[in-house]
């Protein structure tokens, strides 16, 4: 298994900062209450989280005519933003 190391240093003394490198904005929904067990609740609000499409799988679906969506999708989720405690530098890695 191999262990994440910082890209400039090469030390591998590294910290997870977040994973929600990919998320590129939210989506808030309001809608009327039509719950009669909540009466006292006039809107209900929902938030989806919107994210980023990876550029390499839309490009084999345009090229396979859609086929590979069947297989991959187009979302890339797997990317994590870190932290190397000793150089400073703030860098994403899988």
């Known amino acids: 298994m191999a ?3 910082c890209p400039s240093c090469k030390s591998s003394n590294v910290q997870l ?3 929600d490198v990919n998320i590129k904005k939210t989506k808030t929904s309001s809608s009327l209450n039509l719950n ?4 006292f609740t006039v809107f209900n609000h929902k938030e989806k989280k919107v994210k980023k499409k990876s550029k390499g799988k839309v490009a ?3 090229l ?3 086929t590979s969506l ?3 999708g187009t979302k890339d989720n797997k990317s ?3 932290h190397c405690a000793d150089c400073g530098k703030v860098f994403r890695g899988k």
Do not use: S
Not at 36 to 39: E, R, S, T, Y
């Open 80 to 82: 994590r933003e870190y």
């Open 64 to 66: 396979t005519g859609g």
């Open 60 to 62: 084999a679906a345009v």
């Open 3 to 5: 262990k994440l190391k």
């Open 36 to 39: 009669p067990l909540k009466p």
């Open 17 to 19: 900062i977040g994973t």
């Open 70 to 72: 069947m297989f991959g």
